[in-house]
């Protein structure tokens, strides 16, 4: 089962930031929070991940609470092409080989 | 450079058949993960290699599904006797480091259909 919850969509007007939740209330201390993106046709694109800091890169910026227990993931400006499902997924660092859980994703489209 | 590719990217095939899928990772990753996606859903893991060595099958949904990685570079998803079930997008990733923290890479599937 996956260990994460998150919204079965979401609405984003292009340009304006996107704000993707997502709880993993049962996450352990050597457990990593990663976010993929699926975009229609094609495989799951990597964006970011993060273990307790807050994360910034490129493409978007990921807060995790003091608690870890849940985690956002922000698109700063959301264009077209940001319209995907996107994966929040726990990965432990240790164990398990590395595989990725994912579960059902949160459907953004992003509109004009 | 390239990414990972897969073929077919799409392949047809008959309730009984045999059916071959290839991936072609990234140069010089170490880790190969293939994955199953069915209508709708998340992927679901299947097996991993680390090189040559199939480390981790947990996630073959039954034994007419067989994966190799013989020279560690390219690998092979064979399914023997396909059901309608088996009806799925196939994913295959890979990543430069052994299993741990890192990115995986992702080709653009092989998505079965069987009639």
Not at chain 1, 58 to 77: G, V
Not at chain 2, 41 to 57: H, I, R, S, V, W
Request: charge should be neutral.
């Amino acid at each position: 089962d996956a260990k994460t919850t998150q919204p079965t969509s979401m609405d984003c007007a292009e340009g304006r930031a996107a704000n993707l939740p997502c709880n993993h209330s049962t996450i352990s201390g050597n457990e990593y929070v990663y976010w993929y993106r699926q975009i229609h046709s094609q495989g799951p694109q990597y964006i970011i991940h993060g273990l307790k800091n807050n994360e910034t890169n490129e493409m978007a910026s990921l807060i995790i609470t003091e608690d870890r227990k849940s985690s956002t993931l922000i698109l700063p400006h959301a264009t077209l092409r940001d319209t995907a499902v996107y994966y929040c997924i726990v990965r432990s660092a240790t164990d398990s080989w590395g595989k990725l859980q994912f579960g059902a994703g949160t459907q953004v489209v992003v509109t004009p | 450079g390239a990414g990972v590719s897969q073929s077919p990217r799409y392949k047809v095939a008959k309730r009984g058949q045999d059916v071959a899928l290839r991936c072609d990772p990234i140069s010089g990753h170490v880790s190969l993960f293939w994955y199953q996606q069915a209508l709708g859903q998340g992927p679901e893991f299947l097996t991993y290699f680390q090189n040559e060595a199939q480390l981790d099958k947990s996630g073959l949904p039954s034994d007419r599904f067989f994966a190799e990685r013989p020279e560690g570079s390219v690998s092979t998803l064979k399914i023997q006797r396909t059901q309608q079930e088996d009806s799925a997008v196939y994913l295959c990733a890979s990543s430069l480091a052994p299993a741990g923290v890192g990115e995986q890479y992702f080709g653009p599937g092989t998505r079965l259909t069987v009639t």
